[in-house]
């Protein structure tokens, strides 16, 4: 983004507007507005995104969340369907891949394929999970992690990028930290511990990485 007033006073009130969208989120957890209050948080960033499309690749982070607001509208807004938000996830760290560009990309294939075998392998036989969905939600975030260390190691100019997608990570471990008790036969003080922050950490997270994406195009 140019280094000008103008520039700083959008992008200032930009965060200052997702900023107050992460309060009223959690206000709106307890009323029928929830989701619509989310999709309209991540609608707007979407919109500031597109100032910035022109940018070097931008137009792959334009196309993360065009994803991205298919996969909530799937997963917030209709419930019915979670497979189709999960892959519509999946295509969104593609996009996001495709935008970082890592010069590594051959060893970061590797390592996100060996990452996703992992999960898959503790999923599949300590935690006996039989389901489809959850193994391409594993798939989704092995992506996810790795485009997050991409982006660190890229430098300087994608470090709100990895930021962002750090914060997406917090998100999606509390998602699957809140799933996973359901999978889980024994408690302890420090497990439900985990669960209850999760309800709270999944919309503390989310919103503050989507603007931080946003954003990220700009530099």
Known sequence: MKDNALSKTVLIGFALIELASTILIFIADKFSIFDTMVL???????????LGYKKDRGHFIVL?????LVADYFLLVREDNYLVGVISF???QI???????PKHWKISLIIRGSLFVLI???AGFALKVNDVTAYFAIFYFSNLAMNAIDSFLMGEKYLCLAIGLLLFMGCDLSVGFHNLSSYITYSSNIIDGIVKFSQLGMW???VPSQALIAISIHF
């Not at 309209?40 to 597109?50: A, M, R």
């Not at 993360?64 to 991205?68: C, D, L, Y």
């Not at 996009?95 to 560009?101: C, E, N, Q, S, V």
């Open 204 to 206: 503390l997270f989310y």
């Open 120 to 122: 898959s392998l503790i």
């Open 90 to 92: 999946i295509v969104v």
């Open 64 to 68: 993360g969340f065009i994803g991205t």
């Open 95 to 101: 996009m996001y891949f495709l935008y970082i560009k």
């Open 40 to 50: 309209k948080s991540i609608i707007l960033c979407f919109l500031f995104s597109l």
